[in-house]
């Protein structure tokens, strides 16, 4: 089972980015997936999750209050993907970037917020 993230990188204040979660050996539908955040020294923090889906229409989404309304995340079943869409990004949110299910961690991808 693996899990990768990817889509980081560096953006301006303002501007947007969409990270990637790429399922290997798990189908991603079927299990919550979270994403999270570390700044180094600092503890880790969930900032996104869908529940599961089953195929079925409706995912239940959680955002951490530091980033509702700028933060989305989705589900593309057939890729076997999660996507956390990130817009008017602010320097604050530099970090390290991992994607979770059941237990499985990608390897992080690095957000840069900067001018």
């Known amino acids: 089972v693996q899990l990768q993230a990817s889509g980081g990188g560096l953006v301006q204040p303002g501007g947007s980015l969409r990270l990637s979660c790429a399922g290997s050996?798990?189908?991603?539908?079927?299990?919550?997936v979270g994403w999270f955040r570390q700044v180094p020294g600092k503890e880790r923090e969930g900032i996104s999750c869908?529940?599961?889906?089953?195929?079925?229409?409706?995912?239940?989404?959680y955002s951490a209050d530091s980033v509702k309304g700028r933060f989305t995340i989705s589900r593309d079943n057939a890729r076997n993907m999660v996507y956390l869409q990130m817009n008017s990004l602010k320097p604050e949110v530099t970090a390290l970037y991992y994607c979770?299910?059941?237990?499985?961690w990608g390897q992080g991808t690095l957000v840069t917020v900067s001018s």
């Open positions: 979770a299910s059941r237990s499985h």
């Open positions: 050996g798990l189908t991603l539908d079927y299990y919550a």
């Open positions: 869908v529940s599961s889906s089953h195929g079925g229409k409706y995912d239940r989404t």
